[in-house]
């Protein structure tokens, strides 16, 4: 099996995303494989690696989704389960759907289409609008994209 390393960054540095697709095929015109894969840490033929979150040297394991503040990356969404779809768009560039749940079981949705001036359409959403999780044994409560606890103050 090969290893296909896949990262984007938008234009303006907001935000930038990395799989790793393990694959024997690849389209000759977009340089993927086209298909629906599964998010998993088999490291079988067809799947994309799940992430493992961060290392104990302070790097991070793909497949992940993060928003960059600066230099930095700020808000990581470590993708452990779900899908990814590759297709050809009309223009026969890649356009990548990924259906993932993160390492605190929210999904998010990225979106990238090579069609887009400079990878400026990438983008993540909640499919749910609150969502109440345990992190620690604290109660955090997930609403459009930020962190409260169980009195309403925010939280990182």
């Given at each position: 099996?090969n290893?296909?390393v896949?990262a ?5 540095h907001?935000?930038m995303m990395?799989?790793?697709l393990f694959t024997?095929k ?9 298909g629906?894969f ?10 994309i690696?799940?992430s493992t979150?961060a ?8 497949s992940?989704?993060s ?8 808000k990581?969404y470590f993708f ?11 223009e026969g560039?890649?356009?990548?759907d990924?259906h993932?749940?993160?390492s605190y079981s ?7 289409d090579a069609?887009?001036t400079d ?9 749910t ?10 109660l955090v409560?997930?609403?459009?994209g930020?962190?409260?606890?169980a ?6």
């Amino acid at each position: 099996d090969n290893l296909i390393v896949f990262a984007v960054e938008a234009a303006n540095h907001a935000d930038m995303m990395v799989l790793y697709l393990f694959t024997d095929k690849v389209d000759e015109e977009i340089g993927l494989p086209i298909g629906t894969f599964p998010i998993n840490s088999s490291c079988a033929n067809g799947t994309i690696l799940a992430s493992t979150g961060a290392n104990e040297d302070g790097s991070v394991s793909p497949s992940l989704y993060s928003t960059i503040d600066g230099e930095y990356l700020d808000k990581l969404y470590f993708f452990v389960d779900g899908t990814v779809e590759i297709i050809k768009n009309e223009e026969g560039k890649p356009y990548i759907d990924v259906h993932a749940i993160n390492s605190y079981s929210i999904p998010i949705h990225v979106v990238y289409d090579a069609s887009a001036t400079d990878l400026n359409n990438i983008f993540i959403t909640s499919t749910t609008e609150v969502q109440k999780i345990m992190i620690d044994g604290q109660l955090v409560i997930i609403r459009n994209g930020k962190a409260y606890n169980a009195v309403g103050a925010q939280v990182k």
